[in-house]
């Protein structure tokens, strides 16, 4: 996840360094930052959800839900399109189609579960090559907003006599400055997930199986939270990094319960079916913790991803299930933290 403010330097970059000016940059720069304004078509999906069925909650999540269809390339192709037809100009349709590209790039390369190919496909998946609190992918492109905002301050007549120096070799080196910004920017986005691919085939030998490159996930600069089906009870976890290979590693349990619970791994394969129905399946490892309650005959299933322990703050994996079933009716309620923080019950329609 690259923040917003940097989102908006790239489309800023890409602008400056064609030469657009007014108008034309500022479409630029707000093209950017376009793919997250689904927080409003977000915000009436949590308003709808509630009341439709289960099939219809999904399908309205895939058009409606955050990083979902905003950030697909068919939205990509239907703005850069509008683009053209209403200016016609190839340039700045190229521009536009490059800003907005770069979000839901960036996006990819970074955290989070995307279905860039919705609505051909609804398989979510994720680059997850550079890590979200990059320096060069969120401070780089900080470079151009305040190039811009120190342009408009002496403008209006204020700083005067600030950043003088500065101004003066941006002014002088303005087309060569920009495109070395984005050169830089380009190159370190494109061999980021290259060095990646060699680094997961490397312990992929190390270890003798195939490591997930998706299930491969940015957990500081240069290194990688990796996770494998070790056997039929067990994930390992490891963390890797480029140059120091496998740092340390764990095994975790795929189903472990408190007590003596009858029929555990029975309770875990159907809190696991439930999960499978809903969206947006941010769980790539579930691990199942089982526990009995006598005193109102109920199961408890807390279902959560193998790593989640292992990072903190982190928008996937992090999210914690718990189901409660009553063993008589086989009726059950259902729970969802995040980043621990309050627990919701969810609506019955959530699941299928």
Not at 20 to 30: I, L
Not at 193 to 213: C, D, H, M
Not at 221 to 237: C, Q, R, S, V, W
Not at 241 to 269: C, M, W
């Amino acid at each position: 996840m690259v923040n917003t403010l940097s989102h908006l330097g790239v489309g800023l970059l890409i602008a400056l360094a064609l030469g657009f000016k007014g108008k034309k940059r500022n479409v630029v720069a707000f093209l950017s930052i376009l793919p997250d304004l689904d927080f409003i078509p977000y915000t009436l999906f949590f308003l709808l959800s509630s009341s439709v069925s289960h099939e219809t909650r999904t399908h309205l999540f895939y058009f409606l839900g955050h990083r979902e269809f905003m950030h697909s390339i068919l939205f990509i192709f239907l703005v850069t399109l509008f683009i053209w037809l209403r200016t016609k100009d190839r340039l700045f349709t190229a521009a536009g189609f490059a800003a907005i590209l770069s979000h839901s790039y960036l996006d990819y390369a970074t955290s989070w579960k995307m279905r860039p190919l919705f609505p051909f496909s609804t398989e979510s998946s994720i680059m997850g090559a550079v890590y979200f609190f990059d320096p060069i992918a969120n401070l780089l492109p900080l470079l151009p907003i305040f190039i811009v905002l120190v342009g408009y301050q002496k403008n209006r007549g204020r700083w005067n006599g600030k950043f003088n120096r500065f101004c003066t070799f941006v002014t002088n080196n303005r087309r060569s400055l920009y495109r070395t910004l984005a050169v830089v920017l380009l190159v370190w986005i494109t061999v980021l997930p290259v060095a990646k691919f060699f680094l997961v085939n490397q312990i992929s030998e190390a270890e003798g199986t195939r490591i997930s490159y998706q299930g491969t996930y940015p957990v500081s600069p240069g290194k990688f939270l990796a996770a494998y089906e070790y056997n039929d009870t067990h994930f390992k976890i490891m963390e890797i990094g480029y140059l120091s290979g496998i740092e340390r590693s764990d095994f975790i349990e795929k189903i472990n319960s408190t007590g003596s619970v009858p029929d555990a791994s029975t309770y875990a394969e159907r809190a696991g079916k439930l999960y499978s129905t809903a969206v947006p399946q941010e769980i790539d490892y579930p691990v199942f913790s089982v526990s009995e309650n006598g005193d109102n005959g109920t199961v408890t299933v807390l279902l959560s991803d193998a790593r989640n322990s292992y990072v903190e703050n982190w928008a996937y994996f992090r999210t914690v299930y718990r189901f409660v079933f009553d063993k008589e009716s086989g009726e059950y309620e259902a729970y969802a933290s995040e980043q621990t923080g309050r627990e919701r019950r969810l609506e019955r329609n959530y699941f299928g």
